[in-house]
T-cell receptor, first 111, second 113 residues
């Protein structure tokens, strides 16, 4: 069993839709949770991070962590074609330790 | 200004050959990584160096050998290439401490024929 599970999709939505991306994990030691965005033929880039449980909002993006359920989510409001990318969740046990990535979800937002 | 750069961007080679990929970062970071991303987009860590010292060495065939001449460079040499080595290889760097935000290079797309 993988430490981090993420539905690879693909996920296709119309412009303006609310998108929900999710990951589950098995290791309760994970404390830091991140979302990376990877455009086609580019390297991943950090989009958002949260520490422990709770919500964090940044513009159209909201990251949620529920440690009791070992479940994290990324919501994208008013999705745009420019949001079309692969979204990878990542998590780590302590500050500065190695990241464990999910498989990535491929998202397409259609104009 | 390119933060993390890799060369070459594309590499097509035949089975059995030996090849190298180079990585440089100008962010002043202490830690550098090599990741392999397969066709399904799964990103798997291979190696990590901190100040030229190997700190992560995942279960990778010993045909893969990283070398860090200084903390701004981390190269990857691959001997006796196999078809299964075809993938995109990403270099990344991060600063010690903090949340370990990793900055990735553009990737090297390796195709072994």
């Amino acid at each position: 069993q993988k430490e981090v599970e993420q539905d690879p999709g693909p996920l296709s939505v119309p412009e303006g839709a609310i998108v929900s991306l999710n990951c589950t994990y098995s290791n309760s030691a994970f404390q830091y949770f991140m979302w990376y965005r990877q455009y086609s033929r580019k390297g991943p880039e950090l989009l958002m991070y949260t520490y422990s449980s709770g919500n964090k909002e940044d513009g159209r993006f909201t990251a949620q962590v529920d440690k009791s359920s070992k479940y994290i989510s990324l919501f994208i409001r008013d999705s745009q074609p420019s949001d079309s990318a692969t979204y990878l969740c990542a998590m780590t046990k302590t500050s500065g330790s190695r990241l464990t990535f999910g498989e990535g979800t491929q998202l397409t937002v259609n104009p | 200004d390119t933060a993390v750069s890799q060369t070459p961007k594309y590499l097509v080679t035949q089975m059995g050959n030996d090849k190298s990929i180079k990585c440089e970062q100008n962010l002043g970071h202490d830690t550098m990584y090599w990741y392999k991303q397969d066709s399904k987009k799964f990103l798997k860590i291979m190696f990590s160096y901190n100040n030229k010292e190997l700190i992560i060495n995942e279960t990778v065939p010993n045909r893969f050998s990283p070398k860090s001449p200084d903390k701004a460079h981390l190269n990857l040499h691959i001997n006796s290439l196999e078809l299964g080595d075809s993938a995109v290889y990403f270099c990344a760097s991060s600063q010690v401490g903090g949340i370990n935000e990793q900055y990735f290079g553009p990737g090297t797309r390796l195709t072994v024929t």
